[in-house]
């Protein structure tokens, strides 16, 4: 939390944001822009590992409070892939275009379900940690058809249909995710209006109705390699026969991910890899 120096917060919003949220309060001069967002810049990028660079572009001399919400996130694979299998391999972006990867590959015993309904194959890997990653990989075609059925139903039938299954051979590309974004016009779609217009009250703050937001932004990076995953966020393979089924899963084509922690079964980070080339 960065103040304007001079601004007087009320004691709850201090207290409940210390408590609540483990919230630190900034003294800040925002009447120099460029020296303020230089200061929340280096702030997060520090926080985060270097992962969040710039998450602010601009800030303005009317700045008087800036709130600051990040989540870092690193942590390896409970079975590791052998970054002597990994190869470079076709990935499918589009119809039209193809680009060369390196494609770490696996074969393990792990949490797997095939989703004819909505025609999708998941497969759950996890972490020392025992948090996971849920890669979801839409049959050709059906990206779009999936992303519009993405909700909180959806990912609770997926959690609770995965069992543990032998995947004899996993293939899954190296990848880095990097992207910034303006919330206001998303928010604005999704009702929250008031706070941004005249007829914001965000008296909790100070005791008074002269506040407005003036801008939300969220910023996000992921990283996926042998090792496990980074984001801002021993190998032991069982060997066992299968007479009649041996399964493949390629992750070769546009996929998601989402990182669900364990214990609160919250997912941290969701996103969409469209061409693993670029971050």
Same mark, same amino acid.
């Given at each position: 939390?960065?103040?304007?120096?001079?601004?007087?917060?009320?004691?709850?919003?201090?207290? *409940?944001?210390?408590?609540?949220?483990?919230? /630190?309060?900034f003294?800040?001069?925002?009447?120099?822009?460029?020296?303020?967002?230089?200061?929340?810049?280096?702030?997060?990028?520090?926080?985060?590992?270097?992962?969040?660079?710039?998450?602010?572009?601009?800030?303005?001399?009317?700045t008087?409070?800036?709130?600051?919400?990040?989540?870092?996130?690193?942590?390896? !694979?409970?079975?590791?892939? @052998?970054?002597?299998?990994?190869?470079?391999?076709?990935?499918?972006?589009?119809?039209?275009?193809?680009? #060369?990867?390196?494609?770490?590959?696996?074969?393990?015993?792990?949490?797997?379900?095939?989703?004819? /309904?909505?025609?999708?194959?998941?497969?759950?890997?996890?972490?020392?940690?025992?948090?996971?990653?849920?890669?979801?990989?839409p049959?050709?075609?059906?990206?779009? @058809?999936? /992303? &519009?059925?993405?909700?909180p139903?959806?990912?609770?039938? !997926?959690?609770?249909?995965?069992?543990?299954?032998?995947?004899?051979?996993?293939?899954?590309?190296?990848?880095?995710?990097?992207?910034?974004?303006?919330?206001?016009?998303?928010?604005?779609?999704?009702?929250?209006?008031?706070?941004?217009?005249?007829? &914001?009250?965000?008296?909790?703050?100070?005791?008074?109705?002269?506040?407005?937001?003036?801008?939300?932004?969220?910023?996000? &990076?992921? *990283?996926?390699?042998? #090792?496990?995953?980074?984001?801002?966020?021993?190998?032991?393979?069982?060997?066992?026969?299968?007479?009649?089924?041996?399964?493949?899963?390629?992750?070769?084509?546009?996929?998601?991910?989402?990182i669900?922690?364990? @214990?609160?079964?919250?997912?941290?980070?969701?996103?969409?890899?469209?061409?693993?080339?670029?971050?």
């Open positions: 939390m960065f103040v304007q120096e001079g601004l007087k917060l009320l004691d709850k919003f201090r207290e *409940d944001a210390r408590v609540l949220y483990s919230s /630190e309060a003294s800040t001069n925002f009447r120099d822009p460029e020296a303020a967002k230089s200061l929340i810049n280096d702030y997060v990028k520090n926080k985060t590992q270097g992962k969040i660079e710039e998450l602010f572009k601009v800030l303005t001399p009317e008087v409070l800036v709130l600051v919400n990040y989540i870092y996130f690193k942590a390896q !694979w409970k079975t590791r892939f @052998d970054p002597k299998h990994t190869e470079q391999a076709e990935f499918h972006v589009s119809k039209n275009e193809t680009v #060369e990867v390196p494609m770490m590959t696996l074969d393990l015993k792990t949490p797997y379900f095939r989703d004819k /309904e909505l025609g999708c194959t998941l497969v759950e890997l996890t972490y020392t940690s025992n948090d996971s990653a849920l890669f979801i990989l049959d050709e075609g059906k990206m779009q @058809d999936l /992303e &519009a059925k993405l909700i139903e959806t990912l609770r039938r !997926w959690r609770e249909s995965l069992h543990p299954s032998r995947i004899h051979e996993l293939y899954l590309p190296k990848f880095s995710i990097k992207s910034n974004y303006e919330l206001n016009d998303i928010l604005f779609q999704l009702g929250i209006k008031k706070i941004f217009t005249d007829a &914001a009250d965000l008296s909790g703050v100070t005791g008074t109705r002269n506040l407005v937001v003036s801008q939300v932004v969220h910023g996000a &990076a992921l *990283d996926v390699d042998e #090792e496990g995953t980074e984001g801002a966020a021993a190998t032991g393979i069982s060997i066992e026969k299968l007479a009649f089924q041996r399964t493949t899963v390629r992750f070769d084509r546009p996929f998601l991910i989402a669900v922690l364990k @214990d609160t079964q919250s997912i941290i980070f969701l996103g969409k890899v469209t061409n693993p080339t670029q971050a």
